[in-house]
Protein backbone atom coordinates (compact mmCIF):
# COMPACT_ATOMS: atom_id res chain seq x y z
CA UNK A 1 0.00 0.00 0.00
CA UNK A 2 1.84 3.66 -0.88
CA UNK A 3 1.52 4.84 2.94
CA UNK A 4 3.92 6.74 3.91
CA UNK A 5 4.08 7.36 7.69
CA UNK A 6 6.29 9.87 8.55
CA UNK A 7 8.51 8.54 10.95
CA UNK A 8 10.76 10.67 13.00
CA UNK A 9 10.63 11.27 16.85
CA UNK A 10 9.90 15.37 15.80
CA UNK A 11 7.14 14.25 14.45
CA UNK A 12 5.52 11.63 17.12
CA UNK A 13 6.42 14.64 19.55
CA UNK A 14 4.23 17.42 17.66
CA UNK A 15 1.26 15.36 17.01
CA UNK A 16 1.51 14.63 20.55
CA UNK A 17 0.97 18.06 21.63
CA UNK A 18 -1.58 18.66 18.58
CA UNK A 19 -3.36 15.55 19.84
CA UNK A 20 -3.71 17.14 23.47
CA UNK A 21 -6.91 18.37 24.24
CA UNK A 22 -5.22 21.32 26.02
CA UNK A 23 -3.25 22.43 23.36
CA UNK A 24 -5.04 26.28 22.74
CA UNK A 25 -5.98 27.49 18.71
CA UNK A 26 -1.82 29.51 18.81
CA UNK A 27 -0.41 26.57 19.63
CA UNK A 28 -2.31 24.36 17.59
CA UNK A 29 -1.47 26.37 14.37
CA UNK A 30 2.12 26.58 15.31
CA UNK A 31 2.33 22.28 15.91
CA UNK A 32 0.43 22.33 12.29
CA UNK A 33 2.76 24.70 10.71
CA UNK A 34 5.99 22.21 11.98
CA UNK A 35 4.78 18.68 11.20
CA UNK A 36 3.18 19.99 7.80
CA UNK A 37 6.85 21.20 6.80
CA UNK A 38 8.07 17.77 7.82
CA UNK A 39 5.53 16.02 5.42
CA UNK A 40 6.09 18.79 2.96
CA UNK A 41 10.16 17.71 2.79
CA UNK A 42 8.92 13.66 3.28
CA UNK A 43 6.51 14.86 0.17
CA UNK A 44 8.63 15.97 -1.89
CA UNK A 45 12.00 14.18 -1.78
CA UNK A 46 11.10 12.66 -5.15
CA UNK A 47 11.41 15.87 -6.87
CA UNK A 48 13.58 15.86 -10.67
CA UNK A 49 17.23 17.65 -9.42
CA UNK A 50 20.33 18.18 -12.18
CA UNK A 51 23.76 19.06 -12.00
CA UNK A 52 24.67 22.81 -11.65
CA UNK A 53 28.37 23.77 -12.24
CA UNK A 54 29.29 26.46 -9.66
CA UNK A 55 32.12 28.61 -7.91
CA UNK A 56 32.19 28.33 -4.24
CA UNK A 57 34.94 31.18 -2.94
CA UNK A 58 37.44 28.38 -2.90
CA UNK A 59 36.87 26.24 -6.09
CA UNK A 60 34.51 24.88 -8.57
CA UNK A 61 32.41 22.33 -7.77
CA UNK A 62 29.46 20.85 -9.42
CA UNK A 63 26.41 20.76 -7.48
CA UNK A 64 22.80 19.75 -7.35
CA UNK A 65 19.77 22.11 -7.83
CA UNK A 66 15.80 21.41 -8.47
CA UNK A 67 14.55 21.23 -12.00
CA UNK A 68 12.59 23.62 -12.91
CA UNK A 69 9.24 22.23 -12.70
CA UNK A 70 5.82 24.27 -11.61
CA UNK A 71 4.41 22.52 -8.10
CA UNK A 72 1.04 22.75 -7.41
CA UNK A 73 -0.49 22.24 -3.76
CA UNK A 74 -4.31 22.40 -2.88
CA UNK A 75 -5.44 22.43 0.10
CA UNK A 76 -8.97 21.65 1.02
CA UNK A 77 -10.88 23.88 3.13
CA UNK A 78 -10.89 24.97 5.33
CA UNK A 79 -8.32 22.69 7.95
CA UNK A 80 -5.68 22.37 5.22
CA UNK A 81 -5.12 26.22 5.09
CA UNK A 82 -3.00 25.99 7.73
CA UNK A 83 -0.98 23.48 6.15
CA UNK A 84 -0.27 25.48 2.84
CA UNK A 85 2.47 27.91 4.16
CA UNK A 86 5.31 25.31 5.01
CA UNK A 87 5.11 25.24 1.02
CA UNK A 88 5.29 28.39 0.38
CA UNK A 89 8.11 29.15 2.16
CA UNK A 90 10.22 25.93 0.64
CA UNK A 91 9.01 26.26 -2.71
CA UNK A 92 8.48 29.83 -3.50
CA UNK A 93 7.02 29.21 -7.15
CA UNK A 94 4.52 26.96 -6.54
CA UNK A 95 0.85 27.89 -7.50
CA UNK A 96 -2.21 27.25 -4.91
CA UNK A 97 -5.63 25.94 -5.89
CA UNK A 98 -8.16 25.43 -3.50
CA UNK A 99 -10.92 22.91 -2.70
CA UNK A 100 -13.74 23.68 -0.20
CA UNK A 101 -15.21 20.52 1.24
CA UNK A 102 -17.37 20.50 4.46
CA UNK A 103 -18.71 16.86 6.03
CA UNK A 104 -21.79 17.02 7.18
CA UNK A 105 -22.13 16.70 10.79
CA UNK A 106 -24.92 14.33 10.56
CA UNK A 107 -24.02 12.21 7.59
CA UNK A 108 -20.24 12.99 7.48
CA UNK A 109 -20.80 13.36 3.84
CA UNK A 110 -18.69 16.28 2.35
CA UNK A 111 -20.05 18.36 -0.02
CA UNK A 112 -18.38 20.87 -2.00
CA UNK A 113 -18.56 24.20 -2.03
CA UNK A 114 -15.40 26.10 -3.87
CA UNK A 115 -13.33 25.31 -6.49
CA UNK A 116 -10.54 27.33 -7.95
CA UNK A 117 -7.83 25.41 -9.87
CA UNK A 118 -4.59 26.45 -11.36
CA UNK A 119 -3.79 24.05 -14.89
CA UNK A 120 -2.74 20.72 -13.35
CA UNK A 121 -1.91 18.53 -15.99
CA UNK A 122 1.92 17.90 -16.08
CA UNK A 123 2.73 19.30 -13.21
CA UNK A 124 3.49 17.72 -9.72
CA UNK A 125 0.10 17.97 -7.58
CA UNK A 126 -0.08 17.92 -3.38
CA UNK A 127 -3.16 17.50 -1.99
CA UNK A 128 -3.32 18.87 1.84
CA UNK A 129 -5.72 18.10 4.58
CA UNK A 130 -4.95 17.05 7.89
CA UNK A 131 -7.13 14.49 8.50
CA UNK A 132 -8.33 11.31 6.46
CA UNK A 133 -10.73 10.07 8.32
CA UNK A 134 -14.14 8.30 6.26
CA UNK A 135 -11.40 9.10 3.09
CA UNK A 136 -14.67 10.57 1.57
CA UNK A 137 -13.53 14.53 1.03
CA UNK A 138 -9.87 13.13 -0.05
CA UNK A 139 -11.40 10.91 -2.74
CA UNK A 140 -14.21 13.53 -4.03
CA UNK A 141 -11.33 16.01 -3.82
CA UNK A 142 -9.07 13.83 -6.13
CA UNK A 143 -12.11 12.80 -8.37
CA UNK A 144 -11.75 16.57 -9.22
CA UNK A 145 -8.15 16.94 -9.71
CA UNK A 146 -8.16 13.84 -11.66
CA UNK A 147 -11.31 15.74 -13.86
CA UNK A 148 -8.94 18.98 -14.08
CA UNK A 149 -6.19 16.75 -15.68
CA UNK A 150 -4.12 16.33 -12.39
CA UNK A 151 -2.35 13.13 -12.72
CA UNK A 152 0.34 10.67 -9.88
CA UNK A 153 -1.34 13.64 -7.37
CA UNK A 154 0.22 13.18 -3.67
CA UNK A 155 -2.30 13.66 -0.56
CA UNK A 156 -0.75 14.84 2.87
CA UNK A 157 -2.53 14.20 6.01
CA UNK A 158 -1.63 14.60 9.64
CA UNK A 159 -3.53 11.63 11.39
CA UNK A 160 -5.06 9.41 8.90
CA UNK A 161 -7.39 6.18 9.88
CA UNK A 162 -7.02 2.91 8.10
CA UNK A 163 -10.65 3.28 6.83
CA UNK A 164 -9.49 6.76 4.78
CA UNK A 165 -6.43 5.30 3.85
CA UNK A 166 -8.70 2.07 2.50
CA UNK A 167 -11.34 4.35 0.74
CA UNK A 168 -8.59 6.42 -0.97
CA UNK A 169 -6.87 2.93 -2.24
CA UNK A 170 -9.82 1.70 -3.62
CA UNK A 171 -11.20 4.92 -5.67
CA UNK A 172 -7.79 5.94 -6.52
CA UNK A 173 -5.20 2.58 -6.31
CA UNK A 174 -1.63 3.90 -6.24
CA UNK A 175 -2.30 7.07 -4.59
CA UNK A 176 0.46 7.94 -2.39
CA UNK A 177 -0.24 9.29 0.85
CA UNK A 178 1.94 10.68 3.18
CA UNK A 179 0.77 11.13 7.17
CA UNK A 180 2.75 11.70 10.25
CA UNK A 181 -0.34 9.15 12.17
CA UNK A 182 -2.03 6.30 11.31
CA UNK A 183 -4.92 6.30 14.08
CA UNK A 184 -7.15 2.86 15.27
CA UNK A 185 -10.27 3.83 13.45
CA UNK A 186 -13.25 5.81 13.74
CA UNK A 187 -15.90 6.19 16.36
CA UNK A 188 -19.28 5.80 15.72
CA UNK A 189 -19.44 9.81 14.80
CA UNK A 190 -17.31 9.20 11.84
CA UNK A 191 -14.11 10.81 13.72
CA UNK A 192 -10.85 9.83 13.82
CA UNK A 193 -10.17 7.64 17.38
CA UNK A 194 -7.91 8.34 19.34
CA UNK A 195 -7.31 11.49 17.02
CA UNK A 196 -7.21 14.82 18.00
CA UNK A 197 -11.28 16.20 17.85
CA UNK A 198 -12.33 18.94 15.31
CA UNK A 199 -8.90 20.10 13.77
CA UNK A 200 -10.53 22.42 11.75
CA UNK A 201 -12.65 24.01 15.22
CA UNK A 202 -8.97 23.40 17.32
CA UNK A 203 -7.03 25.68 14.38
CA UNK A 204 -9.25 28.58 14.38
CA UNK A 205 -10.83 28.49 17.83
CA UNK A 206 -14.33 27.67 16.83
C1 LIG B 1 -12.48 17.73 8.06
C2 LIG B 1 -11.07 17.51 7.54
C3 LIG B 1 -11.29 16.80 6.24
C4 LIG B 1 -12.50 15.96 6.54
C5 LIG B 1 -12.07 14.54 6.78
O1 LIG B 1 -13.04 18.82 7.43
O2 LIG B 1 -10.32 18.68 7.41
O3 LIG B 1 -11.53 17.66 5.16
O4 LIG B 1 -13.11 16.50 7.72
O5 LIG B 1 -13.15 13.70 6.94
P1 LIG B 1 -13.52 12.56 5.88
O6 LIG B 1 -12.25 11.83 5.57
O7 LIG B 1 -14.49 11.71 6.64
O8 LIG B 1 -14.13 13.20 4.68
P2 LIG B 1 -14.51 19.37 7.77
O9 LIG B 1 -15.50 18.77 6.82
O10 LIG B 1 -14.79 19.21 9.22
O11 LIG B 1 -14.41 20.90 7.36
P3 LIG B 1 -13.47 22.09 7.92
O12 LIG B 1 -12.08 21.82 7.44
O13 LIG B 1 -14.08 23.28 7.27
O14 LIG B 1 -13.58 22.12 9.42
N1 LIG C 1 -12.51 15.71 10.64
C1 LIG C 1 -11.86 16.14 11.74
O1 LIG C 1 -11.54 17.33 11.85
N2 LIG C 1 -11.59 15.25 12.69
C2 LIG C 1 -11.91 13.95 12.59
O2 LIG C 1 -11.61 13.16 13.51
C3 LIG C 1 -12.59 13.52 11.43
C4 LIG C 1 -12.87 14.43 10.46
Redesign the pocket.
Known amino acids: MPLHLLDHPLAAHLVTHLRDRTTKPATFRTLTHQLSLLLAIEATAELATEPRAIETPLEPVTGTVLRHQSLVIIP?????LGMVAPFTELFPEVSVGYL?????HAT???RSYYCKLPPLAGRPVFLV?????????????LDVVQAHGGKGVRLISIVS?P??VA?VEHAHPGTRIHTAALDRG?NER?Y?VPGLG????R??G?
Request: aromatic share 4%.
Open positions: ILRAGGLERDAEADPMLATGGSAVQAAEGALKIDFGDLYT
